[in-house]
């Protein structure tokens, strides 16, 4: 069996789309109707699986169908079902491109090599990606832009990210 580990969120379920059990899908791919082209999707335990059918864009979203949901109810009941593909179905990434759970977790750095904080989430509200850093001597998380200016360096053979942080930010 595959743990977690091994697989990537890529989407999640917002709920039911009409009243003949279509649901509306949240996609987390890059190019949002790939979702469908990774095979069946699981919850992150594995306990469940799908097999997704897209029918149409929707309002913040994609319209689809799951095997074995027919009814508003059935579909209604999987709202907010995140769904997971194993890594070994995703595509190679390039060099300067990362999944986003590979980054949560690791160790975040200033250039002059103090830790800042571990990353904590990779979040993005339309104007590119942030990075939340935490660090337990800090009120608040940190949000820095995931840019080459701001994050220089993503090691992730050593578990590190370079932040370089504009002036007076911390």
Known sequence: MTTSSERICVGSIAGAFGVQGEVRLKSYCADPEAIADYGPLFTEDGSRSFQIKLTRPVAGGLGARIAGVATKDQADALRGTDLYVDRARLPSLPDDE??????IGLDVYDTGGVLLGKLRAVHN???????????PNRKQALLIPFT????????????RVIADLPEGLV
């Open 148 to 159: 080459k200016a701001a994050v220089p360096t993503v090691d992730l053979a050593s578990g």
């Open 98 to 103: 990362f999944y986003h759970s590979d980054l």
């Open 125 to 135: 509200h339309g104007a590119g990606d942030l990075l939340e850093i935490y660090a």
